[in-house]
């Protein structure tokens, strides 16, 4: 077990500002080039943090392939972080610059200095920079879709994970930042599915806008989830004699 190391908040603000300079080390295959700019002026500190060492897959030409699996390989190791830990830019950008360096090149293709923003460093507002950090995006996903309750805990995880429009159309709306309202509506969406309903991103597209909505009536965080449940399957029966 080793400390995770974060970068420190100076660096990380002159690493933004200087990434027009910087860009051209983030395309060498290793970070020591990245490292040479800093020179005496180590960019990281030691957090409280442990983590073993261990590796994310990048076997497939499709990198969106490998998400389920290395979700599942970040999520089991550091569940124990507070969702405040987690909101940490300072965190993700330090394990995607030091042990996953690699991967994250792998699973975005960095080709400019905005993929370098928005997939090594929150480059959106906060919400959406935690699932297009290479790092927290793995996380988050897991932390909202993950329930031990289920015989097999990544049951809704694995929905998600069929289609990428399905991460960004669920879990980028802020009516999803409760992890139970994420579940309850996953739930639903399973439940269609029993009733031989094909879901596919335009359904879960809309049942999302659908659960948007009702969250500018309801206070969602306070509505008992069965009735969420209940409320988006209903919906989605709805849309499916529309036939939408």
């Not at 990380?12 to 051209?24: S, V």
């Not at 370098?116 to 906060?126: L, Q, R, S, T």
């Not at 399905?166 to 980028?172: A, G």
Request: aromatic content about 14%; some cysteine.
């Amino acid at each position: 077990m080793n400390n995770i190391e974060i970068v420190k908040s100076e660096s990380l603000q002159t690493i933004k500002n200087n990434l027009p300079i910087l860009e051209r080390h983030f395309y060498y295959e290793a970070n020591n080039k990245f490292l040479e700019f800093f020179k005496d002026d180590y960019p990281f500190t030691n957090s409280k943090i442990e983590l073993e060492n261990f590796d994310l897959i990048m076997n497939s030409e499709k990198p969106f392939f490998t998400e389920l699996e290395n979700i599942k390989r970040v999520y089991n190791r550091l569940k124990f972080l507070t969702d405040s830990q987690a909101s940490d830019e300072r965190l993700w950008a330090g394990l995607c610059i030091t042990r996953f360096w690699e991967y994250t090149k792998y699973r975005w293709k960095i080709k400019t200095s905005s993929d370098i923003e928005n997939h090594f460093f929150f480059g959106y507002g906060a919400r959406r920079s935690l699932t297009r950090n290479a790092l927290s995006r793995l996380w988050w996903i897991g932390r909202l879709s993950y329930d031990e309750t289920r015989k097999n805990p990544y049951e809704l995880t694995e929905l998600l994970c069929e289609n990428s429009n399905y991460i960004q159309d669920v879990l980028e709306r802020n009516t999803f930042n409760n992890p139970q309202i994420t579940r309850a509506f996953l739930t639903a969406i399973l439940q269609l599915r029993e009733e031989n309903i094909v879901i596919n991103k335009r359904v879960m597209a809309e049942l999302s806008k659908y659960l948007n909505l009702l969250g500018g009536t309801y206070l969602l965080d306070c509505i008992d989830m069965k009735t969420i449940e209940l409320k988006i399957f209903e919906k989605g029966i709805q849309l499916y004699g529309s036939e939408f």
